[in-house]
């Protein structure tokens, strides 16, 4: 028997002797969110590809998120993102098949770690061990958040948990309901485990998460399970609320600056990103980078020295319904570079056309460069208070129970409030329809990697009724298959898994 | 040359044959079937490979030898499925032939594939349109001694909801005056039964204003009342006005054009309008960005970015569907 | 004492040698040393005697050394075959084997080992990686099994199995050998053959033999050769004056893009390539010292490339000592090899970057910011010290002469070899050999700081690279062998009973930041090793030197795998019939030769081309630095599950071989054919593992199927021999196919792996699909208009459901030949001598990355800059289509025939002792091609900015005395 000599490698046998193993661990399953491997950008990765940065979670869910939708294009040809935009993937699409694996992978690891608690405490001593069922709780959390985007990605998928060891085993496909019951009782269950709101370490999920995420999936529960959970969506977003913890960011744009750690008073949890300590060509290093070209001053204005990669824009059908002042003056959300660019998009390669989307920066709100030429400092926020106030009137507006309408106005109102900077913007109860939700949602919250989520229950994803430049891959926009609101099980894994069926349509 | 050249386009290109609809068959478009879909089938165009085409079917009048066609839709597939409403509509409004009626059109099947053009022959068939007889905006007129009683000449009120009419009417003198449901006297006409009440028997006297002026008049057809209010004026209210949000900029009635006009200096800001120099009667944008467009009851204020001297007008007639309207012009 | 060969200079082991009119004898041990003592002193004759051979005689003085030259008394017995674990005669050998001698060698072929032998071989094909000197070569015995198992033969040099991952740094392990050094290289091909090196010899096994010191006076050869190379061909691009007009043809209405366009007509390639100038030098002592065979040579090469920078030098020493203790009973050789291997490795991004950097720009525009090198600069390249265009081509002669990439090898192979013949029972020996085989490289990949293509960690900051990387092989092995003719029964039995143990030890650490140290990068480490061990048996039987059974058997275990599943059986078995020795044709001369070999056999593979040597155990692994994450006010180094698993085992491959042997008119027409078919099962391959088992996505494990199969066939023929001109013509042929039957574990017949990126995050061009060849190509079906021009972006849409995308892919044809052939020839004509050998491949297909990389609309990026295309670009004129790269356009057949090597010399009449020879010749004279790419010739089949192979003259001289 060989024991690995290099003592980066550590087997099973021993690695929980030391408790701070625990801890490592634990940071392993939020690294998991950006992160590729276990050495920088590149190097010891946990799925390979031609390009370790397309594995990270974070660039894949927004490249299906945004690039699938109207608020974004993509200008580099690639024949996956191509495929995207056009509604035209195929179970062979390498996205699709990378996102999956990401999304397993990163499962598996939140498996291990509960076992690994459960398997483990030995020798601890009591706030150790109070410490480490701290960290089963969270791993908990974000095995349900892995599969609350398993569940809205793909619908049917493989299914296991703990008590499923690793090895050559085939596993059994839940269905799309059921998985919604299971992730749903998982939050609620781990909801009571975990640190009240705001008391959490930065970038831990605490109970406010776990709400937020509950809100998120009642509010699309009609899509997962056929039944409509309106009440329950108001019911999580009011916990939130309540809770008192939270309130909005006094700044909009500050959100997505590489200071952003301060807004914690809005972000309710954020990936955080590091440029010295935390490098992934996965995290909103991609979102920057992937964003930033033609006549932006990319070391200056954005904090990346080492270029922009002109690749993604906003549609022209985006920006045009969104926001007919792009200019910010009116609503300061309208965060776009458009000089040297044109609004109208008739070659989607050519990176100038189509307006810009500045609103993610490397910058500092006082102006400064983040650290690293490359790596940005920015965090991304994964759940953050505007989601839940969107989530209460949306779910007041489709009729929940216990919804208060005067409430969801108010809300509205101050999101438009701070977007305007005085209550100019603020609308009536009879403009807050579902129409005017949308575009709201998608004013607060473009490329924050939401968007297909809302446009599928709004009925707008597939089918004709909202059009988009290139949407079914011709210029004007056409109408798509609705059983592109799915997304297939990977070839790859049909072939390996006997248990699986595909998805309707492929 | 290449060897391993297989997938080569033909010299003559097969065009594509239609299959659906038949030739001098009739599609009819009733009230009822309007989102069911219709299905245009054909035979594909053979290039020789198996290219992915892009098919365009369009459609003319009968002998118009598509000259001014409408297209109905592309697709990569042999088959294009619209809605029976948006046939109609193809054929009513862009090819301009009549509603409720049958037409004789013809369809084609265009596709391109690498500078090759192949065009199906075209296809005649019968459409029968179907078109909904034109809403009537119910009225309410009102002859009166204010205007010699004349219904055809009567300025009127508008339905807003369910029973309910509303609106504004300038009466250049006091006295007598009725409702009634037609330019006529044939039809319901409403008289005076007790203040605030309507009676349908139309022997009964009319209402009587006090005084002439600009009044707004409320009417409920079924639980026969009414209400008025004098309105002296309508004033501009708003950080953008010089009374703020505190005194109205009064505005004056122009009884030969009808409408309430002022011109004065706006500060950038908010401008609603109000009657009475109160809060009762007030109006606001629908869009609070725009310098013209529909008075809606809001909290919302039309935003003035620029301060300066501007003519503000507001029309209270309710000649358009739009309603009441203002328009904020700078000078 | 001396040593007895053959006419080839084998040794001959077992030969009886006696004094005329004593009975003083002996037998030559397996390296064909014998020694006799008690000798009476003065002129004696000495006799040697030996199945197959005609009995010699060689009068000698009393303890001189003497060199037996034994004849064979027919063809077919003449050679002695080297099997692993000893040799036996040719005439016994029962496997498919093929033999090169130094003699057979490709003249000139002084950078590497290789090279010396391409082409000779049926079966076996070697393949240069780039035309940089020293370069590395991919060597297929019977093409590759593996999938993600390695496909390198097992190389053995002087009975030391040695280690042939390339090393950072080094090139190549065949190239840090001097070609000169070597006797024979001897390949076992098939699995009856090879199953004595069972675990390691699924692909073949190369036994290399270095020359050895012979009893006699002392001898001294001095071989020095010159040369010159040069590129044969250009990419064609387009030039400046072209450029200019091509892009004001496209984008003529654009005046943002002509404003990039400049004035000058730079040819870069030229700016980048040489003729380029290489010396090499061996010079050799061999003899012996007193009773001491020696030889001793010392080498050294000096070649630069024709990429200019390039430079490859080579220094070796070789020590071969063979003593002889114990009356002759202990036989000792000694092997000593010494490298020392300094390369400048050039940018070699400056080959691509030539191609497409924009002609009509100077090399040096005077700016101070670029170190005066034309530099893209954003804002439209208005300000030539402006900020730079990172993603733009480089300029190839600023990457070229900013650029510091060196690195020094040192690699130091010996072993002592000790065969013993017991005092008691001389027919059996025991051999003990001891090994090592330790290398050492390390270097730099330095850039200066304000150059434009460096860029990570610091804009423009340069680039520190260092690296260090070593490797410890120990080998330790013991075996009985046992030879004994037992007269009674006609027969001869050879047994071999032995161990083997051997251990693999490997480490490397790598550092970067940029120049000023502002931001270094974490240390990149590693420490890996693993061991083998086997035990082994064969035994050989010969009736009536007719008949040949040769059985083996091997039980193999590797640290690689668990505890249960460590061990793998390898056994084999062959039989052979010597036709010729039947009555019917004993006394044809038309047919000299004529025997049938049947073998089979089972060979295992473990060798995983990754520096994971525990895929078995379940692993955590720990972050470096610049992947740690955030909790609260802490980063911290995370901890990750390895994927793994536990029950990986054995990849093998089992061998059915039928082969002849034949030779007629009197052995003038010689050669053999031979038939094989392979099956390899539970491939070690990297698959995707099922969503939620494991640890990582992709994992290894034994996965799949593949089947193999060929035909083999080689004809010598002796054209002419007559006393002033001979003339030798070689000629063989290959098939081969392989053909994967599965890829998953439950049958399932869909699954793909694709691999083989090209340009774009996720194109790969290549794939492996169930029921067609590994490594296909896997493309979109181009569409062509009626002039048999591809339309842009129109590809057929193969499944029929009028949409493209990624399941309209297919397999379309295989970078690897399906025949090969291969042609040499030697004549010498009184003291001229002149030799040429080449090669034909057919039905190698090559994805020509370089042309699918040209099109219109690659003329100008948005990120503003130009780009030149080659003349590509001219044939489809592609400009906005995507993926146009992905199209089986650019699948091009690059059968070719190449002219390997032209060679003339002339000998000087012997004065005295001194014997001299010049010579001059031609490395890849031509190559005949329908191929568009610069060279055809490209192992894996994806031509993309391939260093070009150079066309190489020579001159040579050879000195002995
Ligand atoms: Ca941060
Ligand atoms: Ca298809």
Redesign the interface.
């Known amino acids: ?2 024991k ?3 003592p ?5 046998a021993t ?1 929980f002797d030391k408790p701070e ?1 625990y ?6 399953l ?2 998991t969110l950006s ?1 590729t ?5 590149s ?2 990765p ?6 370790e940065g ?2 990270a979670f974070l660039r894949g869910y927004w490249a299906l998120q945004e690039v699938t939708t109207d608020e974004c294009i993509n ?6 993102l ?2 995207y935009h056009g509604h ?8 699709v098949n990378l996102m ?6 990163n ?3 939140c498996n ?1 770690m509960i076992r690994a608690v459960n398997d483990n405490p030995g020798g601890l001593s009591g706030t150790q061990k109070t410490e480490i069922d701290a960290y089963q709780a969270e791993a908990r959390f974000l095995r349900a958040y892995f599969y609350a985007c398993a569940m809205d990605i793909f619908g049917n ?4 948990t703990e008590a ?1 060891k ?6 059994k496909q839940i269905k799309r309901a059921d998985l919604f019951n299971y992730v749903e009782s998982e939050l609620k269950a781990v909801a009571d485990l975990l640190p009240a709101p705001g008391s959490s ?4 999920a605490n109970k406010a998460a776990a709400w937020a995420l509950l809100s998120r999936i009642y509010l699309n529960a009609q899509v997962y399970t056929g039944s409509a959970r309106y009440d329950q969506a108001i019911t999580y977003a009011n916990m939130v609320i309540n809770s008192g913890a939270y309130t909005l960011h006094d700044n909009y744009a500050g959100l997505f600056l590489a200071d952003n750690h301060l807004a914690g008073d809005e972000i309710i949890l954020p990936i ?1 990103s ?1 440029g ?5 060509y996965g995290d909103v290093t991609f979102i920057i980078h992937a964003g930033v ?3 932006m001053d990319a ?1 200056n204005d954005y904090g990346i ?3 922009g ?2 690749g993604n824009r906003m549609t022209t059908a985006f920006v045009d319904t969104q926001f ?2 792009p200019s910010g003056a ?1 609503d300061k959300r309208a965060i776009f570079h458009t000089d040297g660019q044109t609004l109208t998009i008739t ?1 989607p ?4 056309e189509g307006y810009l989307c500045a609103k993610w920066k490397n910058v500092t709100s006082t102006g400064e460069i983040g650290g ?3 790596f940005v400092e920015t965090d991304f926020p994964l759940f953050r208070l505007a989601e839940v106030y969107l989530n209460y009137a949306e779910a007041t507006v489709r009729g929940g129970a216990g919804g208060d309408a005067g409430k969801a106005l108010q809300l509205v109102n101050e999101l438009r409030a701070r977007a305007y900077g005085n209550t ?5 109860s009879s403009q807050l329809t579902l129409d005017f939700l949308l575009q709201e949602k998608g004013r607060e919250f473009y490329w924050e990697a939401q968007r297909r989520t809302d446009l599928i229950r709004h009925g707008k994803f597939t089918g004709s009724d909202l059009l988009w430049d290139f949407k079914g891959g ?1 210029m004007a926009g ?1 109408g798509t298959a609705p059983h592109f609101s799915l997304f297939p099980i990977p ?8 248990n699986l069926v595909q998805n309707p349509g492929y | 040359k290449k060897d391993n050249i297989v997938a080569v386009i033909k010299n003559n290109p097969g065009a594509p044959a239609i299959t659906t609809p038949a030739a001098a068959s009739t599609i009819t478009i009733t009230k009822d079937d309007m989102d069911t879909r219709v299905v245009m089938r054909w035979n594909r165009a053979d290039y020789g490979a198996k290219a992915v085409l892009n098919y365009t079917v369009q459609l003319d009048k009968a002998g118009n030898n598509f000259a001014a066609p409408v297209t109905l839709g592309n697709t990569a597939t042999d088959s294009l499925s619209i809605t029976r409403a948006g046939l109609n509509n193809a054929v009513m409004t862009s090819l301009g032939l009549p509603a409720n009626a049958e037409s004789e059109v013809e369809m084609r099947v265009t596709t391109a594939f690498n500078k090759d053009t192949v065009t199906s022959n075209p296809v005649k068939f019968k459409v029968v349109t179907y078109k909904d007889p034109e809403p009537v905006r119910l009225q309410l007129w009102l002859p009166g001694a204010y205007q010699g009683w004349s219904p055809p000449a009567a300025p009127v009120i508008y339905n807003v909801e369910g029973s309910n009419y509303e609106g504004y009417v300038y009466m250049a003198t006091a006295g007598e005056f009725k409702f009634t449901s037609a330019p006529d006297w044939d039809h319901i006409n409403y008289g005076y039964e007790a203040d605030g009440k309507l009676t349908t028997d139309g022997l009964k006297g009319g209402i009587i204003v006090p005084s002439a002026g600009y009044y707004k008049f409320n009417v409920n057809v079924d639980a026969l009342t009414y209400s008025y209010t004098l309105v002296e004026s309508f004033g501009l209210i708003g950080t953008a006005t010089p009374g703020q949000w505190d005194n109205s900029t009064p505005m004056t009635y122009n009884a030969t054009t009808g409408v309430w006009t002022v011109t004065t200096d706006l500060a950038a800001g908010a401008l609603k309008f109000r009657a009475n120099n109160g809060w009762d009667l007030n109006y606001g944008p629908a869009v609070t960005a725009d310098l013209s467009g529909r008075l809606i009851q809001t909290n919302d204020a039309i935003n003035i970015t620029e301060a300066g001297n501007y003519t503000v007008t507001i029309d209270m007639r309710q000649s358009t569907p739009d309603g009441y309207t203002y328009m904020v012009v700078k000078n | 004492t001396g040593r007895v060969v053959d006419d080839g200079n084998l040794p001959l082991p077992g030969v009886t040698i006696s004094i005329k009119g004593t009975n003083l004898s002996t037998a030559a041990d397996v390296n064909g040393y014998f020694k006799l003592s008690n000798v009476p002193a003065g002129p004696q004759t000495l006799v040697a005697s030996f199945i197959g051979y005609k009995n010699l005689e060689q009068t000698a003085e009393a303890g001189a050394a003497v060199n037996l030259q034994m004849e064979p008394s027919s063809l077919a017995l003449n050679e002695v075959a080297v099997i692993g674990y000893g040799t036996v005669r040719k005439s016994d050998a029962t496997g498919s084997i093929g033999v090169v001698t130094a003699k057979d060698f490709n003249r000139g072929a002084v950078n590497s080992l290789q090279e010396a032998i391409t082409g000779k071989l049926a079966g076996v094909v070697i393949t240069s990686n780039s035309g940089a000197p020293g370069n590395a070569s991919t060597i297929r015995i019977r093409g590759g099994a593996s999938i993600n198992g390695s496909n390198d033969p097992l190389i053995v040099i002087d009975n030391v199995p040695v280690d042939n991952f390339l090393m950072g740094g080094a090139s190549n392990i065949l190239a840090t050998i001097n070609p000169n050094d070597i006797e024979n290289i001897t390949v076992l091909k098939d699995a009856s053959a090879t199953a004595i090196y069972g675990a390691r010899a699924s692909n073949g096994v190369m036994l290399i033999t270095t020359k050895r010191g012979t009893k006699g006076p002392a001898q001294i050869n001095y071989n020095v050769i010159a040369s010159l190379s040069t590129l044969p061909k250009h990419v064609d691009v387009y030039n400046g004056d072209e450029f200019r007009s091509v892009v004001n043809k496209v984008y003529g209405n654009i005046p943002a893009v002509t404003a990039l366009l400049g004035t000058e007509n730079t040819d870069w390639q030229k700016e980048i390539y040489q003729n380029a100038f290489g010396q090499d030098h061996n010079i050799s002592f061999s003899g012996s010292a007193k009773n001491l065979p020696y030889r001793v040579s010392l080498g050294y090469n000096n070649s630069d490339g024709v990429l200019k920078t390039y430079n490859f030098k080579r220094t070796t020493v070789a020590v071969g000592l063979d003593p002889s203790l114990l009356k002759n009973h202990l036989n000792i050789h000694i092997n000593l090899k010494g490298l020392y291997n300094t390369n400048n490795f050039a940018e070699q991004a400056a080959i691509g970057n030539a191609i497409n950097y924009d002609p009509t720009k100077p090399v040096r525009n005077g700016n101070t910011r670029w170190r005066g090198y034309t530099t893209w600069t954003d804002n439209g390249n208005t300000d030539i010290n402006g900020a730079p265009v990172t993603l733009a081509p480089a300029n190839p002669v600023a990457q070229l002469e900013l650029t510091d990439n060196k690195s020094t090898v040192r690699r130091s192979i010996g072993n002592v070899q000790l065969d013993y013949k017991m005092h008691f029972l001389p027919d059996l020996h025991a051999n003990v050999n001891l090994g090592y085989d330790y290398a050492q490289s390390f270097g730099h990949n330095n850039a200066r700081d304000s150059t434009q293509w460096v860029y990570i960690p610091v804009v423009a900051g340069g680039r520190l690279n260092n690296y260090e990387e070593n490797k410890k092989n120990k080998l330790f092995d013991f075996y009985l062998n046992y030879i004994k003719d037992i007269k009674s029964i006609q027969s001869r039995l050879n047994v071999t009973a032995g161990y083997s143990w051997s251990h693999f030890y490997n480490d490397g650490k790598s550092q970067s930041s940029d120049v000023a140290r502002t931001a270094p990068q974490p240390l990149d480490s590693y420490i890996t090793e693993y061991y083998l061990a086997g035990f082994f048996g064969r035994l050989d039987y010969s009736f009536k030197d007719k008949y040949q059974l040769t059985a083996t058997v091997r039980r193999d275990g590797t640290s690689r795998f668990a505890e249960d599943r460590r061990w793998g059986w390898f056994p084999a078995a062959a039989f052979t019939w010597r036709l010729k020795e039947e009555n019917f044709l004993k006394n044809s001369n038309t047919v000299s030769d004529l025997k049938l070999r049947v073998g089979y056999g089972v060979t295992g593979q473990q060798d995983l081309l990754t520096k994971n040597n525990y895929p078995y155990l379940a692993k955590y692994t720990i972050s470096d630095q610049t992947s740690r994450y955030q909790l609260g006010d802490a980063f911290y180094n995370t901890l990750r599950p390895d994927g793994y698993d536990a029950n990986i085992k054995w990849e093998t491959t089992t061998t059915t071989n039928f082969g002849l042997d034949y030779g007629f008119l009197n052995g003038r027409l010689s050669g053999a054919v031979d038939v094989y078919f392979r099956k390899s099962k539970d491939l070690l391959s990297t698959v995707p593992a099922a969503a939620g088992t494991n640890f990582s996505a992709f994992v290894l494990t034994n996965v799949g199927d593949s089947e193999n199969k060929g035909i083999e066939f080689s004809l010598n023929a002796v054209l002419a021999a007559k006393k002033d001109f001979n003339w030798n013509l070689g000629y063989n042929l290959s098939y081969n196919r392989t053909k994967i039957t599965n890829l998953s574990l439950n049958g399932n017949t869909g699954t793909i792996l694709q691999f083989g990126g090209i340009s774009g995050t996720f194109n790969t061009i290549k794939a492996h699909v169930v029921g067609s060849r590994t490594g296909s190509f896997y493309v979109y079906q181009q569409i062509y208009d009626t002039n048999g021009k591809p339309i842009e972006g129109a590809y057929a849409d193969r499944n029929g459901d009028d949409v493209i995308n990624s399941s309209d892919l297919y397999i379309y044809q295989n970078p690897d030949p399906v025949i090969q052939m291969g042609i040499n020839s030697r004549a010498s004509y009184k003291r001229w001598d002149f030799s040429f050998s080449g090669r034909l491949s057919l039905g190698n297909y090559n994805y020509n990355n370089v042309a699918a990389g040209s099109t219109y609309r690659g003329l100008y990026s948005s990120l503003g800059y130009l780009a030149n295309q080659t003349k590509a670009a001219e044939e489809t004129q592609f400009t906005t289509a995507l993926q146009t790269n992905m199209s089986d356009f650019y699948i091009q057949n690059a059968s070719f025939f190449r002219m390997d090597n032209i060679n003339i010399g002339y000998s000087f009449p012997d004065v005295k002792r001194l014997k001299i020879r010049v010579n001059g010749g031609v490395q890849n004279v031509f190559v005949i091609t329908k191929y568009k790419g610069l060279d055809p010739e490209i192992s894996g089949g994806l031509d993309n900015n391939f260093f070009p192979r150079a066309r190489m003259f020579q001159l040579g001289l050879n000195c002995t005395f």
């Open positions: 028997n060989v690995p000599k290099d980066r490698i550590i087997t099973s690695v193993a801890k490592q661990f634990l940071a392993k939020y690294a992160l491997g276990q050495k920088g950008e190097g010891l946990e799925i390979s590809a031609p390009d397309t594995t200008a580099w040809g690639d024949g996956g191509v495929e035209a993937w195929s179970d062979q699409n390498s996205y999956y694996q990401r999304l397993f992978i499962i598996s690891y291990e998928v493989p299914f296991v499923d690793p090895g050559a085993f085939l596993p370490e930065y970038a831990r955080a590091s010295a300590n935390s490098r992934s070209g033609g006549s070391a020295a080492s270029g990669w002109n007919p002042d009116t070659n390669t050519i990176f100038t690293n030429a490359t100019s913007g603020n609308i009536t011709v056409t070839a790859s894994d049909l072939q390996l898994n006997n």
